[in-house]
């Protein structure tokens, strides 16, 4: 197993700013490819981004390419999504997501293949 937590959800209005932390314990951290994705009400879960073991290299969907930067720090167990600029579009369930498969496999090919590990989701909405 491998417990992760996430943290920081919250209210705010559109055009404000939101940041996202995801603390995993159990397992070596920095051997896992960290993500994260997102439920809208209504809709399937969809990938958002995925960071590299190391933290070099990083994807995005294109609907938050610009604004959401994911970043981690291997010392302290822990993957962050800092929100900007968010949208209303924004509003749903965030989680955070592990795999010891590619960053780029997650962010490609899920669902079909899915991370083994996830938190329970912090919400995020972001009013009009």
């Known amino acids: 197993q491998m417990p992760l937590i996430e943290s920081g959800g919250g209210l705010v209005q559109a055009g404000g700013s939101l940041r996202l932390s995801c603390e995993a314990s159990g397992r070596t951290f920095s051997g896992y490819t960290m993500g994260w994705f997102r439920q809208a009400p209504g809709k399937e879960r969809e990938f958002v981004a995925a960071i590299t073991r190391q933290g070099v290299v990083t994807y995005y969907t294109d609907s938050v390419k610009g604004r959401f930067t994911i970043s981690r720090d291997n010392a302290k167990n822990t993957v962050y999504l800092q929100m900007n600029s968010l949208k209303p579009e924004d509003t749903a369930v965030y989680y955070c997501?592990?795999?010891?498969?590619?960053?780029?496999?997650?962010?490609?090919?899920?669902?079909?293949?899915?991370?083994?590990?996830w938190g329970r989701g912090t919400q995020v909405t972001v009013s009009s």
């Open positions: 997501a592990a795999s010891t498969g590619s960053a780029l496999d997650m962010s490609t090919m899920y669902p079909s293949k899915d991370p083994p590990y």
